[in-house]
């Protein structure tokens, strides 16, 4: 195993791709996050908005380079032809899939980190002039709190968890295009189906089952009794969800031709 994480390894860290995906993480998620905590205002007290939702509104665009970055990761060496060397050196797919589970992992969560501790430290600086104080019910920001602290920590989870349900979608559809619209698809079509259901009964279960919507309930740190879903049985439904397609995915990588 550690060979084949090292050749992973070497692979993510000798393509040029892999840089700058990770730059597109890091660079327009915190971009993104500050811009929206710099124009959300607070006029009153209960203005409804969650601060920790707002510091961290970048994440639902970092999940799309996080998708891309990990399809790449499979689909490049299919579309090359280079998987065949790759099992041809490693005929163990199991081990190699593991492996690339492991390095993809392991780059998002460091660069997951980075954008999430960022992001709070600018919101924390200009939530308070925007009306998020402790006049309006908003004490300031901060890592020491235990809901902030779960909203970050989850929030670098659910990114890595992104990263694995993209990688074991690669694996199965083996083509880098179709892979990540299969990704974006399955991440936004329970709240786009959501805004077309009248039963607030079937809302409510689709928000529950949706990797993205319960994934990011891990963010909620106000109104928690009237969230669909608990922050950590949230993101234990997208890890249900990643565990579930990357036993799909070993199976047919191990059942099929390369």
């Given amino acids: 195993m550690r060979q084949a994480i ?17 730059a597109g993480l890091v660079g327009p998620a915190i971009a993104l996050s500050a811009l929206v905590s710099l124009s ?12 920790a939702k707002v510091s961290l509104t ?10 891309v970055l990990a399809v790449l990761t499979v689909g490049d060496e299919y579309g090359t032809g280079m998987i065949q060397l790759t099992f041809t050196a490693m ?19 460091a660069a997951a980190a ?14 308070p002039g925007n009306g998020f104080t402790a006049a309006h019910g ?16 989850g929030t670098v989870l659910y990114l890595g968890l992104i990263g694995l349900l993209s ?23 329970f709240p786009v189906v959501v805004h077309f259901v009248a039963d607030p009964t079937w809302q409510r ?8 919507t319960a994934g990011l309930a891990i963010q909620d740190t106000v109104n928690l009794a009237g969230q669909p879903i608990g922050p950590w049985a949230g993101l234990a439904v997208l890890a249900a969800w990643a565990a579930a397609l990357l036993a799909l995915a070993t199976l047919l990588l191990t059942r099929r031709d390369a």
């Fill in 40 to 51: 959300t205002k607070c006029a009153s007290a209960g203005c409804g908005y969650d601060p």
């Fill in 205 to 212: 279960h689709l928000d529950q089952l949706g990797p993205m």
């Fill in 167 to 189: 990688l074991a979608v690669a694996t199965m559809v083996r083509d880098a295009a179709v892979a990540i619209g299969a990704v974006l698809a399955l991440l936004f079509l």
């Fill in 138 to 153: 908003y004490p300031p920001l901060t890592l020491t709190s235990g809901p902030m602290l779960r909203a970050s920590f």
């Fill in 114 to 127: 980075i954008t999430v501790l960022a992001s709070v430290l600018i919101a924390r600086q200009m939530l």
């Fill in 91 to 109: 005929p163990r797919r199991a081990t190699v899939l593991a492996a690339k589970a492991a390095v993809v992992c392991g780059l998002v969560l």
């Fill in 6 to 22: 090292r050749a992973e390894w070497t692979k993510a860290r000798t393509v040029r791709s892999t840089g700058w995906l990770l």
């Fill in 58 to 67: 970048g994440i639902y665009l970092g999940q799309a380079v996080v998708a």
